[in-house]
């Protein structure tokens, strides 16, 4: 499937408020949807110095259809619900045979199952893949294959050396000023070039109150740390008490001034994102969210809402690609992404250079395709949409930044530059 199949069959939506509560203008309605909606227009009306809502997402034909055929005791409000994607997640090869044709090569990765990373799709982002195509990019980042068993040179299953950097369990504590708090190592659908696939989906880091409170402590006990990243696993995979109980914590510590939430819900369930648990976020804000979109075609009517959601309610939101070989490893795939995500109202913040974890040599490209990626966004379209390329040094070294370089030489007190064009421009630069 393709961004081409987003063919509308538009829909119209119940909303999760009454209607005419005092919520301004930009409760938008979501994933309660009625098929067969009224046309474009505006969704509420204005009232002075509200925002103007953005254009209105449609709901499509896609979704109802796999349910229909995949799930038909499901009600749409089923499909709605987070926590029935959760449960029905895809995760044995008979469901896999019955909804995709398989290669053979995926065939024999889901036999032999020894992956380090289990397999997880939520029915939505199934929904997103393509029956046919062992090669479609969203079903490349999804399905096994034999690849993953493959261990190349350089390749670790800690390769960001995370372990050595862990003062309690859970707790990353590798540069002074942050930390990266895992909560959970559960993900709603497992991405198989996942860097903590060493961790994640083995039931090791469990979202329990005794090991959270001792990172709570940590962060207590240690004033430099002003910001503190949650992710695991999803941490948004949590119940909305628990994730509210970990957000009142660390807010509870004054030197903490920044919070962050690093999550992949909007691209593989969008669902997750209710109008109950924006209200929760909002309680703690400010809170910024890192969301991890790969592709255009995970840039749907649903994930739109999604991140509409969140943006409504004051979560800035960037985005994390990882540059992948045969799924965004293009020029033209990477800009459609960066507009597709401008227009959901998240800001295209990093391109990862793959880690060199485990099996992941199927995945990996060179880092100057990455380059040559920065290169055809670099002025060739707006400056938001050109993220910052980096690789994360292998053994723990943070992220290094690369780009491509402008500068070609010097004459005297003149720095030559060259532009995206190619022209020599000279910059008085003395010595
Ligand atoms: S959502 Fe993040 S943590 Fe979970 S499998 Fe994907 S990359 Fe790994």
Redesign the pocket.
Known sequence: MSSSDCEQSVVSVDLEEPPGSSSTTLTLPLFSLSLDSPPDGPIHSLAPREVVAPRRPRVISRSRDFRRRYFPQATEGDWNDWRWQSRNRIRKLEQLDRMLILSDDEREALVKGESM?PV?ITPYYMSLLDREDPMQPLRRTVVPVTGEFVRTPGEADDPLGEDGHSPTPGLVHRYPDRVLLLAL?????????????RV??HGEIMPNEQRLEKAFEYIRQTPQIRDVLI????PLALAEDKLDWILGNLRKIPHLEFIRI????PA?LPQRITPQFCRMLKKYSPIWMSV?FLHPDECTPEATIACNRLADSGVPLGSQT?LLKGVNDDVEVMKSLNHKLLMMRVRPYYIYQCDPISGSSHFRTSVSKGLEIIEGLRGHTTGYAVPTYVIDAPGGGGKIPLQPNYIVGRDGDDLLLRTYEGQVYRYPDPA
């Open positions: 990373l997880g190592d559960f993900c709603s659908t497992y991405c198989r070039y996942c860097t903590r696939s994640v989906g992710s695991g696993g999803d690093g999550t992949k819900m593989v991890h990882v």
